[in-house]
């Protein structure tokens, strides 16, 4: 079993969607969450960072982290094509640098 | 404010070269990481260093594979007499290393094909 899953998609909606992505993990030492951007053939790109559990807010992006479910969210309000992308999440413990990546879902938003 | 700058950006080599990865981290920042990411596969943590110190390398192969920061400089990942499965992007990503906040920065990667 993986330490971190998450469904590859892809996940298609019509432009101005709300997206929820989602990933579970088996680690409950994991303290720290992240959620990155990645276009294609492009680097990851943080879009939020979160500790311990709650919610978190920034523009049109909304982080959750349940820590008694194993389970953290990615929720995007009035999509846009230019969301297209694939969405990794990643999570380390205190202490330590070594990030663990779930393997990304691809987001895919029509005109 | 430059971010993290790797190169080269693709990187070809033949089987039993070796390839070098260089990797600038942000202004500011210390501490540098390498992930390899395989096609349909996350990024999987390969070493984490700081200046002219190797912190954790559980991530890196047994062997052809070495990686160090010196003190002026990039970070380097070398591999020796490549394979054709070292083919991935290879990305370097950057910390400030505070013990609080343990955000990290990534470059655009280098992307290895091995022939």
């Known amino acids: 079993q993986k330490e971190v899953e998450q469904d590859p998609g892809p996940l298609s909606v019509p432009e101005g969607a709300i997206v929820s992505l989602n990933c579970t993990y088996s680690?409950?030492?994991?303290?720290?969450f992240m959620w990155y951007r990645q276009y294609s053939r492009k680097g990851p790109e943080l879009l939020m960072y979160t500790y311990s559990s709650g919610n978190k807010e920034d523009g049109r992006f909304t982080a959750q982290v349940d820590k008694s479910s194993k389970y953290i969210s990615l929720f995007i309000r009035d999509s846009q094509p230019s969301d297209s992308a694939t969405y990794l999440c990643a999570m380390t413990r205190t202490g330590f640098q070594k990030l663990v990546f779930g393997t990304g879902t691809r987001l895919l938003v029509s005109p | 404010n430059a971010g993290v700058m790797q190169n080269p950006r693709h990187l070809v080599r033949r089987r039993g070269q070796e390839a070098r990865l260089r990797c600038s981290p942000m202004k500011g920042h210390s501490h540098v990481y390498w992930y390899r990411q395989l096609p349909e596969e996350g990024l999987k943590f390969m070493v984490y260093?700081?200046?002219?110190?190797?912190?954790?390398e559980s991530g890196m192969p047994k062997e052809r594979f070495s990686a160090e920061f010196p003190k002026e400089g990039p970070s380097i990942l070398r591999i020796q007499q490549v394979v054709r499965g070292d083919s991935a992007a290879y990305f370097c990503?950057?910390?400030?290393?505070?013990?609080?906040?343990?955000?990290?920065?990534f470059g655009p990667g280098t992307r290895l094909t091995v022939l």
């Open positions: 680690n409950s030492a994991f303290q720290y």
């Open positions: 990503a950057s910390s400030p290393g505070s013990r609080e906040r343990n955000e990290q920065f």
């Open positions: 260093l700081q200046k002219e110190n190797i912190i954790d």
